[in-house]
């Protein structure tokens, strides 16, 4: 039952309970008197009757009019009690409603995982048909080989037959020589016959003669056995290709019948597919079409309980000023720091050394310098990342920095539980009715330039608030330190990540807004700017009457960010993405501890830093070195990250360009400085976790980036590489500390 009910409902009892206890005191009170009465003289007794009588009367009225109330309030009861039980009777169906709602989604989850099934099992058929198209194209090669030998053998096979045609050939004319032979012998015994006396005197030569044809014969009937011999064994060549063409015929037929198998198959599962698909397809509609149905009536129900709500919820409640009214308490007093400073870059700097030293800070000119440039790189490097030891000063020097250049500082600590962007700016409480700003939103909304829509003025009440408000608190014109302490107890991906991507889109309207600095018609021309993708929207709550109302706070040049880390077992490791959008400092082992109590701090400066002469100092200036050396330079640090598959891009390279150019020495020595703090802080941590002794590793940093650092004369830096690479199999780089 809603609270509200149980008040009113205790105020009806209330009332009940007080007028019967009224009608009980009056009923004692009249019995006691007509006891008194009673007891009376008769003349005493007629003499107050009367006057008794009239107090009676108009004590039986009140008591009447008392009585009439509370059957009022008993009737009201009774028709509140009716609402009740008809409230938790649209409860109990909304509940009906909405459990039909989940069974009929878990009816389509289980829809979808029986067409996940299905569609994995088209899948495995999809492979097996392409496993089938591999052996069908395999059985085609072989196919076609086949076709091409037995197309070979062919040939040779007929070149056999020729072959045989010829030796044939050969054996006839041999033999029609022997037939010719024999009918020499023929012819020359019946010339013996006929001519002995002849014979006699020839028979010398006759016996030379047979002896020759002997030979001869002999001769011939070698080479006719030797022929026939050749015959026959090209009759079992061609015996044997006739087999192996019959072979390969087979063979032929076989794959043929495998094609067609697989076509078979082919269509089958096309017609499967389709008519999974179609029966799945039309299922899967018909539940989307039920769900929809479903929710159309949870949405109706649900607007029209909001209206109910909305018409039980009090005025006040659904005011935006109301809701926002927590946002407007100022984090910063306009009356600090409040004329502005005057010095350049280089005595502003002279300034912080001072103020380091006099709070017992012992920081080397390098580190200052290098903290310094980095927030100035703040159009690509967003962040400023502070890690390494504890204890060596990674909190103070952002703070104390602030101090002295006459910056508003916020610390801002990180909590484990944090896990999106409302710990970081705040939420809307929708049981208070009001936004929950942090210390961190409130201060944004002081440095925003931009407060001219709308909304800003609903936020704030009306117009005439919002000039009040910008005349009592604005910030815009001056310079503020936003420091994420223990920036990784939670993972920075879910509670900046956003951020960080708004911060990179405001460069084009950061442009224009540098370009409209000098015009009378500021404000006019800042809503043709391109601020509206880089801004951040607070959720102010939302309504059936007012709809949701988004915020926007613009996070200007005049915000800058820096986070300390700490490296072991309660905190998490950061992404490239967020090592890649900032320069990242590390703090190691100090070289000499020192054991005294730090001296009390002096006060920082008196004065603000204005916002113009912030952005004079971050317009770029080449140095004293000539721009091809520095992108050789920068070419060498990427070329040695590539040896571990770990190079840069673009924005890398710009980064690190316009931190040597934004770096305050501008001579050759400043240059190389300021590309040695690159290496350092972009470079070195990538190499983390490798191992110096692979090739790849060995290469880039014994090979390329200990030469590149040694060129840049920097002879700490490449010492302490060294030292790194020999203690260990693994890179472990973790800083070091400079000498002072």
């Known amino acids: 039952m809603p609270e509200f009910l149980n008040d009113t409902y205790f105020l009806y009892v209330f009332g009940l309970v007080g007028t019967l206890a009224v009608l009980l005191v009056s009923v004692s009170t009249y019995l006691n008197y007509r006891t008194k009465a009673d007891r009376l003289p008769e003349a005493t007794h007629w003499k107050d009757l009367t006057q008794k009588l009239e107090l009676l009367k108009t004590e039986y009225e009140e008591n009447r009019e008392k009585l009439a109330a509370a059957r009022n ?50 899948n495995e058929l999809d492979r097996e048909v392409e496993v089938a198209k591999g052996k069908e194209e395999i059985s085609r090669h072989n196919l076609e080989a086949l076709r091409e030998q037995s197309e070979q053998i062919s040939s040779q096979l007929e070149a056999l037959k020729g072959t045989k045609q010829g030796l044939e050939n050969e054996v006839s004319q041999l033999q029609s020589k022997k037939a010719e032979l024999d009918q020499e012998q023929q012819l020359a015994q019946n010339s013996l016959a006929h001519l002995k006396d002849q014979i006699h005197q020839t028979q010398s030569s006759l016996e030379k003669l047979e002896k020759g044809i002997a030979e001869k014969k002999k001769e011939l009937e070698k080479e006719i056995a030797e022929k026939k011999r050749e015959l026959e064994k090209a009759n079992q060549d061609v015996a044997g290709a006739a087999t192996l063409e019959e072979n390969i015929q087979k063979r032929i037929q076989a794959e043929e019948k495998n094609l067609d198998r697989l076509e078979q198959l082919r269509r089958e599962h096309n017609e499967l597919s389709e008519k999974h698909e179609s029966r799945l397809e039309a299922r899967r509609s018909q539940l989307e079409e039920e769900a929809e149905k479903h929710e159309k009536r949870l949405n109706a129900r649900r607007s029209q309980l909001e209206e109910q709500v909305a018409a039980a919820t009090p005025a006040e409640f659904k005011e935006i000023s109301h809701r926002a009214k927590s946002l407007w308490a100022p984090e910063f007093p306009k009356n600090e720091l409040l004329e502005p400073a005057r010095l350049d870059e280089e005595a502003s700097l002279k300034n912080l050394s001072q103020h380091l030293e006099g709070c017992g800070l012992q920081f080397h000119q390098r580190t200052r310098d290098a903290f310094h440039t980095s927030l100035k790189c703040a159009s690509i490097s967003p962040i400023v990342t502070l890690a390494g030891v504890s204890g060596t000063g990674k909190s103070q020097l952002p703070r104390r920095y602030a101090e002295a250049m006459g910056i508003h500082f916020l610390n801002q600590p990180v909590q484990p539980s944090w896990d999106s962007p409302d710990d970081l700016l705040g939420f809307y409480n929708h049981l208070e009715g009001l936004f929950k700003p ?25 117009q005439d608030n919002l000039k009040s408000y910008n005349k009592e608190h604005d910030l815009s014109e001056r310079m503020m330190l936003v420091l994420l302490d223990e920036m990784n107890l939670a993972r ?28 009378e018609n500021l404000m006019a021309k800042i809503a043709e700017t391109t601020r509206e993708s880089s801004e951040i929207q607070l959720d102010l709550g939302s309504n059936a009457q007012s709809g949701s109302n988004l915020l926007p706070i ?37 070289g000499e501890l020192h054991m005294g109590t730090p001296p009390a701090a002096p006060e920082g400066s008196p004065k603000h830093l204005p916002r ?12 004293d070195v000539p721009a ?13 990250l590539s040896r571990i598959g770990k190079p840069f891009g673009h924005r890398v390279a710009q980064a690190m360009k316009l931190y040597i150019e ?47 650092i040694q060129d840049l004369g920097d002879e700490e830096l ?21 000498t002072i």
């Open 73 to 122: 309030l008993l009737d009201e009861k009774d028709a509140l009690e009716e609402q009740v039980q008809e409230l938790k009777e649209n409860i109990a169906n909304l509940d009906s409603q909405r459990l039909e709602y989940e069974r009929v989604k878990e009816e389509l989850v289980a829809v979808e995982k029986d067409l996940e099934e299905k569609r994995k099992s088209l």
């Open 438 to 462: 942090t210390a961190f939103s409130r201060s944004l909304l002081q440095f925003d330039p931009f407060r001219t829509r709308p909304i800003w003025a609903d936020a704030c009440g009306g």
């Open 492 to 519: 920075i991906e879910y509670y900046f990540s956003e951020f960080l991507s708004r911060l990179e889109n405001r460069n084009d309207a950061l442009h224009q807004l540098r370009q409209l600095s000098g015009s």
């Open 554 to 590: 613009f996070v200007a040049n005049n915000v800058l960010f820096c986070g300390t880390m700490n490296e072991d077992e309660s905190t998490m490791a950061i992404s490239d993405k967020v090592v890649d959008r900032s320069n990242v400092m590390r703090f190691g082992e100090p």
């Open 612 to 623: 113009t002469t912030w952005n004079e100092w971050c317009e770029p200036i080449p140095p």
């Open 628 to 640: 091809t050396e520095i992108e050789k330079w920068i070419n060498r640090a990427n070329r040695s």
């Open 662 to 708: 934004l770096y305050p020495d501008k001579s050759r020595d400043g240059a190389k400085k300021a590309m040695a703090d690159q290496i350092e802080q972009r470079v070195l941590p990538k190499f983390r976790g490798v191992d110096p002794q692979e090739e790849g590793p060995n290469v880039g940093l014994i090979n390329e980036l200990v030469p590149l």
């Open 718 to 738: 490449k010492d302490a590489v060294v030292k790194d690479i020999e203690d260990d199999h693994v890179f472990t780089w973790s800083g070091f500390s400079r």
